[in-house]
């Protein structure tokens, strides 16, 4: 299952926004979902991810406390709320499949589809 992000934009430092990922040609059932971001000149970096039937979640220390996960399984859609947005969350957000969930990230990823920009900036 391919995987598209979508809900970025540009937002004031201290704002909020939601991205959304939902699959095309299936469904998200059985899929741990994982968001990644990247920076132009930097790693990539695994933000966020929840698995699929008991809705675990994980988060990179870089935004616990500012962004939340959540999936609505009926709608085949994940969604990541940003808070508290800061300069440094300025990159490409990317929602992945993943085959596992842990108490330290997803892991065994699916294809990557096309991201969604997100910039912070005043």
């Known amino acids: 299952v391919q995987l598209q992000a979508s809900g970025g934009g540009l937002v004031q430092p201290g704002g909020s926004l939601r991205l959304s990922c939902t699959a095309s040609g299936g469904s998200l059932d059985g899929y741990a979902i994982s968001w990644f971001r990247q920076a132009p000149g930097k790693q990539r970096e695994g933000v966020s991810c929840i698995s699929s039937g008991d809705l675990r979640t994980y988060y990179a220390d870089s935004v616990k406390g500012r962004f939340t996960i959540s999936r609505d399984n009926a709608m085949s859609t994940v969604y990541l709320q940003m808070d508290s947005l800061k300069p440094e969350d300025t990159a490409v957000y990317y929602c992945?499949?993943?085959?596992?969930?842990?108490?330290?990230?997803?892991?065994?990823?699916?294809?990557w589809g096309p991201g969604t920009q997100v910039t912070v900036s005043s």
């Open positions: 992945v499949p993943a085959k596992y969930f842990t108490a330290q990230g997803c892991y065994d990823f699916g294809s």
